[in-house]
């Protein structure tokens, strides 16, 4: 039976890094002042997140969503030894799309070189959980037969939409830049074990307006209310979050997820070589673990080096690490996210 394989992994961050020791120092436009503009801390943002780095594009490099989809996707086809004309769909997951409308993916279909081959071009927007549903839906189309080769991005540029003074700082410290990516083929195979071995995508819509970016509000006339000068009242220009009840959420979501996925597939942590969760909240991480009773050898982390990148931190988190000589070829996965909507799901799949 047709099974789906990874063919090929990629993952780009820009090269600006911006350590913990910096950030409080940045005004809106990323340039370091010479007094705080937020009031946070190096050792505060560690103990609550284990953050202490993130990347961000460079300031007026002009880049978007789809250049950073794009570099990873480079890499994501050199790995697999394929050319962007090999592609048949693309399906991008990103909260911070290049523009409302269109969606993001069509850009990157321009930016690699293959519009005119009119490929099929999905975007998803399940925020941090968008590459495990974008990779429930290329599994399900490479196993009906629908696509052959699927370019599955996640990428996102937070460091434009971020309030950078005390008022936003909770959120503000918590996410960078950067973008990975898979390409995913058909493969023969008997064995229920092999490539892609289950996905799992679920959603509570009771919790949306605990995790969000308004930016306008198309109920109204006009549909964006705010001079976004005033700092008084442009907060719908940024993300609102309510910190605790998404960490409960999280830790709720990403263990239940963990745990269905290992006793729907009869396997146990014998059996998986890495557990490599959403890049949120290093606590979080802690907590899943602690409470699914995961071998803590096991867990792949990479939030200290890039905050979280929502929709990337999977392949992101993977390639980093199999970048470090840990992760390799034919090692098992298991994945588990959780993000805004609410959303969340879990993934295992052999690399
Ligand atoms: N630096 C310093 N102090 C900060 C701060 C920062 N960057 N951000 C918030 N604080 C302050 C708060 O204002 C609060 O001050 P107060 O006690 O005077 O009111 C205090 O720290 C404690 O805030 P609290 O929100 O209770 O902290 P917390 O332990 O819940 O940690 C988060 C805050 C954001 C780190 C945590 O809630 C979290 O990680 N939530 C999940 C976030 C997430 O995963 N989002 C993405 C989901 S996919």
């Given amino acids: 039976m047709i099974r789906t394989k990874i063919l090929g ?3 780009y961050v820009p090269d600006r890094v911006v350590k913990n020791e910096e950030i409080a120092f940045l005004n809106d ?3 370091r002042q010479e007094t705080q503009q937020s009031e946070t801390t190096d050792e505060w943002i560690q103990r609550r997140t284990g953050i202490t780095e993130r990347r961000y594009v460079p300031n007026e490099s002009g880049l978007a969503t789809s250049d950073l989809a794009l570099q990873a996707s480079k890499r994501a086809l050199l790995d697999a030894n394929l050319e962007p004309q090999d592609i048949d769909c693309i399906i991008l997951g990103t909260l911070s799309p290049d523009l409302h409308f269109p969606g993001t993916a069509v850009f990157l279909q ?15 927007r399940q925020q941090c959980s968008g590459f495990v549903y974008g990779l429930q839906m290329a599994d399900a189309f490479i196993r009906t037969g629908m696509y052959k080769r ?27 830049d950067g973008a990975g990516a898979m390409v ?14 289950y996905t799992s995508a679920h959603a509570d819509g009771s919790g949306a307006m605990s995790l969000y970016l308004k930016i306008f509000d198309i109920a109204k006339l006009p549909y964006l209310q705010y001079d976004p000068r005033n700092r008084e009242e442009n907060q719908p220009m940024y993300p609102y979050m309510d910190g605790k009840r998404v960490f409960l959420n999280a830790v709720r979501g990403m263990v239940m997820s963990t745990n269905t996925a290992l006793e729907k597939t009869g396997l146990t942590w014998d059996d998986i070589n ?8 290093l606590r979080i991480n802690e907590k899943v673990a602690e409470v699914a009773k995961i071998p803590p050898e096991k867990i792949l982390n990479s939030i200290q080096f890039y905050g979280n990148t929502t929709a990337a931190t999977v392949p992101l988190t993977i390639d980093h690490w199999r970048q470090q000589g840990k992760v390799k070829r034919g090692d098992r996965i298991l994945s588990s996210v959780f993000g805004s909507g609410f959303t969340w799901g879990a993934t295992i799949f052999t690399l």
Avoid: Y
């Fill in 9 to 11: 992994l990629g993952s």
């Fill in 274 to 281: 890495w557990f490599v969760p959403h890049q949120a909240n």
């Fill in 150 to 176: 699927i370019l599955l991005v996640g990428a996102e540029l937070h460091s434009h939409s971020l309030d950078f003074t005390t008022r936003g700082r909770d959120v503000m410290i918590l996410f960078g």
């Fill in 29 to 31: 436009q990323h340039v």
């Fill in 110 to 124: 321009d930016k690699l070189g293959i519009a005119s081959r009119g490929c099929a071009c999905f975007d998803i």
């Fill in 184 to 197: 995913l083929g058909p493969m023969e195979s008997d064995d229920p074990k092999s490539g892609v071995m």
